[in-house]
């Protein structure tokens, strides 16, 4: 059975750092284009990175570049969101995601829809 797992989450002061990762289980997750979606109470699921299942090609939302940055491991298949600099704005549940899709495969998209497999999400609050 496919399955991915976040964890990480927590509760961290702006400027703070926190480290996501998503366990992935019942498939090869480096067969898979992968991305890190959050979502605002209120607000709807946005995308914040992916990559790509072939060339490692990455995508950043303008508002974390620079300060986000996705990555994988095969050996372990788990990715991770390594998060920086936070601000209060980055609250919210964040989601980990997987599609075999070919058309990933060279360039990955931050469209919620384009991805078939979901992890449950993990809590991120920025506060002070």
């Known amino acids: 059975q496919l399955r991915l797992v976040e964890s990480g989450g927590g509760l961290v002061q702006p400027g703070g750092s926190l480290r996501l990762s998503c366990a992935a289980s019942?498939?090869?997750?480096?067969?898979?284009?992968i991305g890190w979606f959050r979502q605002a109470p209120g607000k709807e699921r946005e995308g914040v990175s992916c990559?790509?299942?072939?060339?490692?090609?990455?995508i950043y939302a303008t508002a974390v570049k620079g300060r986000f940055t996705i990555s994988r491991d095969n050996a372990k298949n788990t990715m991770y969101l390594q998060m920086n600099s936070l601000k209060p704005e980055d609250t919210g549940l964040y989601y980990c995601?997987?599609?075999?899709?070919?058309?990933?495969?060279?360039?990955?998209?931050?469209?919620?829809?384009?991805?078939?497999?979901w992890g449950q999400g993990t809590q991120v609050t920025v506060s002070s």
């Open positions: 990559i790509s299942s072939t060339n490692g090609n990455t």
């Open positions: 995601a997987a599609d075999p899709d070919p058309l990933l495969s060279k360039i990955c998209v931050l469209f919620p829809s384009a991805y078939g497999s």
């Open positions: 019942g498939f090869t997750l480096a067969n898979y284009a």
